[in-house]
């Protein structure tokens, strides 16, 4: 049974900075395509950052780019999402997700597996 475990979510002032790291186990972590997504109140939930299985690529959105970071360490199974300088707008529940044949990484449906989620707020 493969899960998906987020930490490093928490409180944090506009302008500030937050990592948020993401466990994979029950399966070979190399074989997923992984990304995160958020979901702030009353809202869908939304595409953050993607990578490859071998790090070699990575995508974002737009509303991110320049500001999110997106890594992972295949020996650790963990998958990384560096975050800075957090605006209100970030405030959401951010998820990790895998998902071994992932044709459009900014869709829910290509992905098989979804953490419980951490949330994550910002102060202005």
């Known amino acids: 049974q493969v899960q998906l475990v987020e930490s490093g979510g928490g409180l944090v002032q506009a302008g500030g900075s937050l990592r948020l790291s993401c466990v994979v186990s029950?399966?070979?972590?190399?074989?997923?395509?992984m990304a995160w997504f958020r979901q702030a109140p009353g809202k869908e939930r939304e595409f953050v950052a993607g990578?490859?299985?071998?790090?070699?690529?990575?995508r974002f959105a737009d509303s991110v780019k320049g500001r999110f970071t997106i890594s992972r360490d295949n020996a650790k199974n963990t998958v990384y999402l560096q975050m800075s300088s957090l605006n209100s707008e970030d405030t959401a529940v951010y998820y990790c997700?895998?998902?071994?044949?992932?044709?459009?990484?900014?869709?829910?449906?290509?992905?098989?597996?979804w953490g419980q989620g951490t949330q994550v707020t910002v102060s202005s």
């Open positions: 997700a895998a998902g071994r044949f992932v044709f459009r990484a900014d869709t829910r449906r290509s992905y098989d597996y």
């Open positions: 990578i490859g299985r071998s790090d070699d690529s990575t």
């Open positions: 029950g399966s070979t972590f190399r074989d997923y395509y």
